[in-house]
């Protein structure tokens, strides 16, 4: 696609239950990002795909956290059994030349209630 | 351990003057350094980027200015517009670290920037 496509843009969930959140990336940007950001902080580094792998998911904040991509293209960020403090904006980012710079989605609004 | 910071939360510039948005790192082997602008309800845009060799680059009304031996950096926009508010984060990455897995660029907790009339 034009660009990196997030859905849903916003997510209301109730403490303890599961949401899964997409990112479409650009269209052959091999290198995916999660960040997150909470409210008055910066954008928090969660995890790095390159291809389907992950090399680096030294983010994640708990083991409640995983996140998967398939065929090289869209992934997905699963937290489960989600706590209050999960609230955040999650940002994902494509990139075709690594550390360079990404393209950012819109973001997924999180609220745990 | 803050890698990348921004130590001003928030500032205000009167709209045609200069705005100087200012960065420091701790890592020395940061070599790509990045400023991305951010309006509400909107994921982060890419603004300008300098490389360590160098210790400016300008584009349009926006100039990022290097300073390697302090660790700094700063983004001046001259002249201010209305449409600068915005929050500002500077970012930085280590492209040539031998071992580098991902070059994952690291983001300051941003400024925002107000532009007042």
């Known amino acids: 696609g034009a660009g990196v496509s997030q859905s849903p843009s916003n997510k209301v969930t109730e403490k303890g239950k599961d949401v899964e959140l997409r990112c479409d990336p650009i269209s052959g940007h091999t290198a995916l990002y999660w960040y997150r950001q909470s409210l008055g902080q910066g954008l928090e580094f969660l995890i790095y795909f390159q291809g389907n792998s992950a090399p680096d998911k030294s983010g994640l904040p708990s083991d409640r956290f995983s996140a998967e991509r398939t065929g090289g293209s869209v992934s997905t960020l699963t937290i489960q059994r989600t706590q209050q403090e999960d609230s955040a904006v999650y940002l994902c980012a494509s990139s075709f030349f690594r550390g360079y710079g990404y393209t950012f989605g819109s973001g997924t609004r999180l609220t745990v209630v | 351990d803050q890698q990348v910071k921004q130590n001003s939360p928030s500032l205000s510039v009167q709209e045609g003057r200069i705005s100087i948005l200012n960065c420091d790192y701790t890592n020395s082997m940061f070599d790509y350094f990045l400023w991305y602008k951010k309006y509400p309800a909107e994921g982060p845009t890419f603004l300008i980027s300098?490389?360590?060799?160098?210790d400016k680059n300008e584009d349009g009304r926006f100039t990022v200015f290097l300073n390697k031996s302090a660790k700094h950096l700063s983004l001046h926009i001259v002249p201010s517009q209305p449409g600068d508010s915005a929050v500002y984060f500077c970012?930085?990455?280590?492209?040539?670290?031998?071992?580098?897995?991902?070059?994952?660029?690291?983001f300051g907790k941003g400024t925002r920037l107000h532009i007042l009339p």
């Open positions: 970012a930085a990455s280590a492209t040539q670290s031998p071992g580098a897995r991902d070059d994952k660029i690291i």
């Open positions: 300098i490389s360590s060799i160098k």
